[in-house]
């Protein structure tokens, strides 16, 4: 049933690309709507399916037959997609594992053993204990907004949203503040300049392994040094490559998800004036409303690729060994089989007891490490916003704001603010 859908495959990436690049709800609605599991080509010409219904999302996420690295798959069988892209963009062989080869890029014992090394950094009790300081880098930053305004106007991504999530996991991880704003520079470049990867990459790589250097020679409180001193239980440490490719994950991972979604709330929030008048009214419902902005305009559209490692018969369809599966985050956010009127923003939704029910940190064992951290930052940043700024308003109407979708993120151009 699913290959009878096959030969439409190369029309509707030609006709989706540009929509989700537009308006992602409406293109994954259609995803949504034509198949549990829809066809699509890659750029480069490979096919590959989509799941954005919320049910295929959390099964195809929670199940341990897809694989997060083709490698895994047997008999060399799964298509090295992100690899070969990496090969047609020029990328040295040896530059390529440190984007390739991270944590969410490994399986099974692999996976828990990389991941078991970095999780008591980002568990619930380490981000309450950051919050005092979380607070605190936010006063300086509002303290510093009118400064940087001009005639009231200001850029709250450039000088709010980006600036705080940096600065955190760069504390954090142990990058020093003068280096930050090289890193914005090179996550700006990864994401945006893709054609000069090598350039970008080489340098970002080089500057880590000084890092690590640096800590080794003087270890500190933070994630590097942790790292460094850590042993799993089998005495195995982490590689020299294996540690920068951490680090490196870390603190892209832990910065420009956090900014876009900060930027994504108050985007949101302004255009929504009635949700906006609430939350301003009672300020105890903001834990409530961050998890809906999250299901509403969480900034990672679309998983990492899955890979089947055997014949995978989910009942609703099948999938073949080393077919590559990627699901549609906001598409299953959006889905009205499991949420009520969808589309709207309702800040006091009623999430079911089942706890966090959008899947914005995707699901299953690569659940976001960082989600209660994010999540802290957002709560923060945005209540001090609002306490601060009784009249903040968006300077340009909400039609000439500009998104860009780049690798699955939905991302804006700019956030001009009246303060
Ligand atoms: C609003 C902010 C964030 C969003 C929306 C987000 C979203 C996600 C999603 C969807 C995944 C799973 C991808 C997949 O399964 O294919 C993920 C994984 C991950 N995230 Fe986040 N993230 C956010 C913030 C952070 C922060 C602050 C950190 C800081 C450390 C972080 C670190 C990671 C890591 C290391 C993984 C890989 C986990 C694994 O493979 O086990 N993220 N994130």
Redesign the pocket.
Known sequence: MKRDTEEMAGNRSAQNIPLIATDPHAAYEHLREQAPACPIRSVEGSLMWIVAQYGGVRSV?GDARFA?NPASVPDGKAPLLQINAMRRLGLDEELIPYLAD???D?DGKE?SRL?RL?TPA?SARKVKALSPRIERLTDDLLDALPRVADAGVADLLEHFAYPL?ITV?GELVGVPATDLPAWLRWTHDLSFNQQALGETLRPLIDHTHDLVRLRRAEPGEDVISDLIRARDADGDRLSDRELVTMVL??VI???D??A??IANSVWALLTHPDQLALLRDDPGLMPQAVQEL?RWC???LV??MRYATEDVDLGWTSFETGDAVT?A?SGANHDPREFEDPGRLDITRQHSSRGEVH?????????????A??RQ??ETALSRLLARHPDLALAVPAEELQWHAVSGMRKLARLPVRL
């Open positions: 996420l997060n991270t944590l969410l490994s996976h991941r970095v980002f999530p996991i994950s870390l991972a832990g910065h998800t956090t876009n979604f999250l969480g900034p990672v998983s990492r699901a985050l899947v914005s940190f995707g699901s299953g064992p690569h659940y976001c490490l960082g989600a951290l994010a930052e957002a």
